[in-house]
DNA sequence: TATGAATGAGTCTTCATTCAT
DNA sequence: GATGAATGAAGACTCATTCAT
């Protein structure tokens, strides 16, 4: 069957970068095979290079249209939470359907193992997908600071130590996810997460720094 | 130079698992070339299949040798600790070393690419590394709480959470490490969690949980 | 131009197989390059890959191809005959051809070459072509002597003699046939040997055996 | 150890030869490794190369030391018999033991696969052993003719077609010699060998050719 | 002399890319 | 536009040969 609208079109591009994003993430950029990709999109090889020019332009594309998914509204909904803490409490509500259903984690995977292949692909993650990640966080810890909701030595470095629970279970989630003994309940986590926050980041009378 | 003694080929193998440590680092494990393997421990092709069978069975040596470091220093180190809060300091005064001066980082690194390649190596990684840190972290906060130190609701899922900003600062240092806008001053981060993990979990009168 | 329908295809695989015969006579299984045989059919190493799976697979191919050819109609021809002494006639008249038109020879001198590689092969070789053509022979012996028509007293060893003067010829062919002091006449050759089989396995009533 | 004498040297080349012998017939030319072949004498691969200057070499030292054995004996034993037919008998004798207990068979097998890549040793292995060989058969069976003995329409193709289950059995007994089901009585074949020609060779007054 | 560590040319095999159909 | 047959560059691995010890 012939793609010859443009909306044809458009659903054949997906379905080759959804493939790509599969064979990319289970055999990394070396290993996976374009035949793979192609198969794995009901295309055939030579189709494939309709698309996308080459094995690197694919994996660019890829990136580009995956990597920044729904963050804008992330970003927008914790901007205006009314309290820091509330903020939190949404990042922690947020974070578990972020590592399971969506193309992150695979796709941080992929980037991780390239890293030294692509480094501008690494670069424009880090400043698109988790600087921008950190940056919320701290704007968040800022508010609240100056709210005198939160105490907060540094937000910058906070914010960092914020992320790593999240970025741990998302590696977690590549690597073990399928595995039995690899599950863990991220909502739990998160929670316990938020609250953990709390207790250490909510301004208190009786004890100094 | 030729290798004739056993301690002579010991650094010779030495040499090569290093060198197989960079290039697979750098390009991960399928990219990797034997040849240049070899060439970066200053020895020829052949020579490198004296030492090992396959690339395969070079990539699992690696694994072998370098995956569990000084993983009992630490473990003693922190088990033999007087209270839990020192222990978590010391924590947080070895984690930058192991990121930044052991090839922990880059072997973890590594292994996230090919994870799917060598499940098997994943889950040696997890368990004789990642979980077993998770568990000392673990037992020094029962200890704690069993001492009255600290108060703590899920002990396992809480070391889950501590060990979280290692792995990212783990990433985060492979990716980014050389970059000069991508360094991080660990000893504060750590310090930093440090102090927040007290403000979270040692035990307060003032405040239910 | 392209293979595209499955007889054109099989032709293929034919030129393929036809040159694979040829290389691995020329140099034996280990010494031929794969390259030279794809070349030989005109064709890229790489095409020769979409044909065969590897070089044992197009060996093993080749074997089973060439292998048993016209030995059924043989069988047939011979089995039809009504006195045995005109079917060692027959035997006679096709011997030549068998040697100087078939590829059997050439098969036969690789098998030779390889036999403690592939003895499934030589095995397969035994069974289906050599043990195969002394039962045939065998058994015009026995039905000759059913019919009062020959005295053979060992039909099994008797055949093995009979086939002794083919093996050495094919052999001959193979090494010598196209050097100017190696050929033979085998229409004569092998004429003579069936005058040879009449004085000596036809019943005589004047000599004892 | 090291060999100082010249005794000891030849009989450090004799045990590189024979352990030659075996890996050549085992493997082939092309396949045989010379570590192996180094091995089985008990002799490093460095010593081999002080006898032999490449595989070459080794391979042309095995066909010129082992190609010409006892035939010389054999040529006047049999040259020496009063008559034609016990000469054949004695050939008889004289073929099971050359076959199951000389290395002809082995360096036949060897020269039949190397005949390409060295057809200077197939045509030395020609002229030096199987047309002599057969040049002796044929000047009994014309000795014969000169006696009034036999009968003889062609001795060059008579000599070639006694010359048939040599070859025959020399072959079998390298592919299939250490097979269970592979196992024939040369004792008896030669012997019914004999028994034939007489038939088939002896002067007849009553029957014309 | 004897050894076996070291080398690199050579070969099988894979797979990104091209292009005839 | 779509296909998959064809290509050949590239990389893992082997092994004859060399040479330091």
């Given amino acids: 069957m012939r793609a010859r609208t443009d909306e044809a079109k458009d659903l054949r591009r997906q379905a ?4 790509a994003l599969d064979e990319f993430a289970e055999r990394g950029f070396a290993a996976a095979r374009m035949e793979d990709i192609a198969r794995r999109a009901d295309l055939s090889k030579g189709t494939l290079y309709l698309y996308f020019e080459s094995k690197e332009d694919l994996f660019k594309a890829l990136v580009d249209t995956k990597a920044a998914p729904r963050l804008d509204e992330i970003e927008a909904l914790v901007t205006e939470m009314p309290s820091a803490l509330e903020a939190l409490a949404t990042f922690a509500q947020l974070a578990p359907m972020l590592i399971q259903r969506s193309p992150v984690p695979r796709l941080a995977k992929i980037i991780i193992g390239e890293s030294n292949q692509f480094p501008e ?22 508010q609240g600071v100056e709210r005198g ?48 926050l709390r207790r250490a980041l909510v301004k208190r009378e009786d004890e100094p720094t």
Same sequence: chains 1, 2, 3, 4.
């Fill in 16 to 19: 080759l970068l959804d493939a």
């Fill in 121 to 142: 692909i690494a670069d424009f993650y880090r400043r698109n997908f988790i600087e921008r990640g950190m940056g919320v966080i701290r704007s968040v810890l800022e």
């Fill in 149 to 196: 909701e939160l105490e907060v030595e540094d937000p910058a470095l906070t914010a960092r130590l914020i992320m790593g629970p999240m970025v741990l279970s998302a590696v977690w989630h590549v690597l073990y996810g399928d595995k039995p003994d690899g599950r863990v309940d991220l909502e739990k986590l998160f929670a316990l997460h938020a609250r953990y």
